[in-house]
């Protein structure tokens, strides 16, 4: 089966381009704009990985981790952090809040091997 | 703790050079207590060297006792004199002549001590109660100064604190656009590989709108750093006012595309001649008027223009999306400064309104906002009228 993979992003060129990028590797790809509703979709759809990224207006990343990792219905699907931030902060923020790890943007063939190696990691 | 850099040598405390040759009677040194009552002690010198020292207590409680004046009054002093009283240097430390004062019979405790230089002449004594004053003094001098010392390094440590987050957030805020560009180049080529040319269009326009966004936050760090380090050059010059709002009013019609915003312009007088500097004053209604256009979904956006007092008074309002009252203080702020990247709420860089704030204040101006949340914001600029140059 096509392993889904849920992608959370304020900005619509990152969905764009990160979901076409993936669906080029045979995944098949959710997005959701936004952070806001995001739990609700991860519970729904129950994506074998979420990309998350950080700097979102009203919920950031991190945060909206947090909830996810203690909710229930979403505790145990790997979060993932994609983001355009320093990779200092974000090694950081993987290890304060409990991700599986972070792929920096930018790099087409980071988000390959990284997808790739976390849904590699979950089974 | 150490006193080292607190500490000063006792000759520059020397309180008295009060002194009598050892043959001077009693009774006169008496007197001289009694004519004055700030004087403690009185150190006896021979030659140049001393050789004793009577003090106000010591000395009176003698003549006091029964027969005292009788038997001591017509005495030389010396024979009444402590003969060996603590002598030291000029050059020594007032710590160590503390502990040396502190270290006699207790009787003498607070006796003067007699100062000499290289040579064992006398100059002056000490007053030991005088140096435990300033040693206390030196004691709380140095506490202040290291709880000043103290709140700089946090000071230090908060200036390097904002300095790495300006880093973090300008990190982002450039790889951000750059990302997004290296991203669609790359879908791009995918549907150039595949023959799908109708989604070039698409992607392009995307493209070009991300880098257009790089650039202008890319202006937007260039000038604020040109303005902090103060080579924002103003260039005065005559110009219609008026015009140019009417100018920008039209350039915010074309931001706002197909969006339900009317753009209304209330200029009084026009042409309305200002001397200022044109390109700067642009600058700021650009920046005041995007935000207004990127924040309003539906309403109207005001620019209205005003002349009192040698000043004009421009005032930008929207129907818009409006500030919550605690971000108001941040507004002004690049990057919301004091904001971690991570944890950030806020969109955009911030940077704008800190370069018009800092514009503004180059053109001897003022900027005000006042704003209700859901229901508009209204930025006031008053720019005098003619440059002061």
Redesign the interface.
């Known amino acids: 089966m096509r392993k889904r993979i849920l992608i959370i992003d304020d900005d619509v060129r990152h969905l764009i381009t990160a979901k076409e990028i993936l669906e080029e590797e045979g995944y098949e790809v959710i997005t959701h704009h936004y952070a806001f509703g995001a739990t609700n979709t991860v519970r729904v759809q129950q994506p074998d990985l979420v990309l998350l990224d950080v700097n979102m207006p009203g919920l950031s990343g991190d945060r909206l981790s947090k909830v996810m990792l203690s909710n229930e219905k979403s505790k145990d699907i790997p979060i993932v952090f994609y983001s355009s931030n320093d990779e200092d902060s974000l090694r950081k923020a993987v290890s304060e809040y409990g991700v599986k790890g972070y792929i920096c943007k930018g790099s087409i063939f980071d988000l390959r091997k990284g997808v790739a190696y976390y849904l590699g990691q979950s089974q | 703790m150490t006193f080292e850099t607190e500490c000063h040598t006792v000759g520059v405390l020397i309180a008295s050079r009060e002194n009598v040759p050892p043959q001077t009677r009693v009774n006169r040194v008496a007197e001289n207590f009694f004519g004055s009552t700030s004087l403690d002690a009185v150190a006896i010198v021979e030659g140049n060297e001393p050789v004793g020292l009577v003090t106000r207590q010591k000395l009176l409680f003698t003549l006091f006792r029964r027969f005292g004046f009788e038997l001591y009054g017509r005495k030389p002093v010396i024979t009444v004199a402590d003969t060996e009283p603590l002598t030291i240097h000029k050059n020594e430390r007032l710590d160590v002549a503390i502990d040396m004062a502190l270290q006699r019979p207790v009787e003498d405790i607070y006796d003067e001590i007699i100062v000499v230089n290289d040579s064992s002449c006398f100059m002056g004594l000490l007053s030991v109660k005088q140096m435990i004053i300033q040693q206390s003094n030196a004691l709380a001098n140095s506490m202040v100064q290291k709880e000043i010392a103290k709140a700089r390094i946090k000071e230090l440590e908060n200036i390097e604190k904002i300095k790495s987050q300006f880093?973090?957030n300008v990190?982002?805020e450039l790889?951000?656009p750059?990302?997004?560009i290296?991203?669609?180049a790359?879908?791009m080529k995918?549907s150039c590989e595949k023959g799908y040319m109708d989604q070039l269009n698409d992607r392009l326009s995307?493209l070009m709108s991300?880098a257009s966004n790089l650039r202008a936050i890319i202006t937007n760090i260039l000038d604020l750093s040109k303005i902090e380090a103060g080579k924002m050059e103003v260039i005065y010059e005559g110009f219609d006012m008026a015009a140019l709002l009417r100018e920008s009013a039209e350039t915010t019609r074309v931001l706002l595309g197909n969006k339900p915003v009317e753009v209304d312009v209330i200029t009084p007088i026009s042409p309305l001649h200002i001397v200022s500097d044109p390109l700067k004053v642009r600058q700021i209604l650009t920046n005041l008027l995007s935000n207004a256009a990127k924040f309003t979904e539906k309403g109207k956006i005001s620019l209205l223009l005003n002349e009192e007092e040698g000043r004009i008074k421009i005032i930008v309002c929207d129907t818009g999306l409006g500030i919550k009252d605690e971000d108001i203080s941040r507004l002004f702020t690049a990057f919301t400064q004091l904001e971690d990247?991570?944890?950030?709420?806020?969109?955009g860089t911030g940077l704008g309104l800190t370069i018009t704030k800092n514009l503004i204040r180059m053109l001897g101006g003022s900027i005000s906002v006042s704003s209700t949340y859901g229901k508009g914001t209204a930025f006031e600029i008053v720019l005098p009228k003619m440059s002061s140059e």
């Not at chain 2, 990247?341 to 969109?347: G, N, Y």
């Open positions: 880093i973090a990190t982002h790889r951000s750059v990302n997004a290296i991203g669609l790359e879908l995918i995307l991300s990247v991570t944890t950030k709420r806020h969109e």
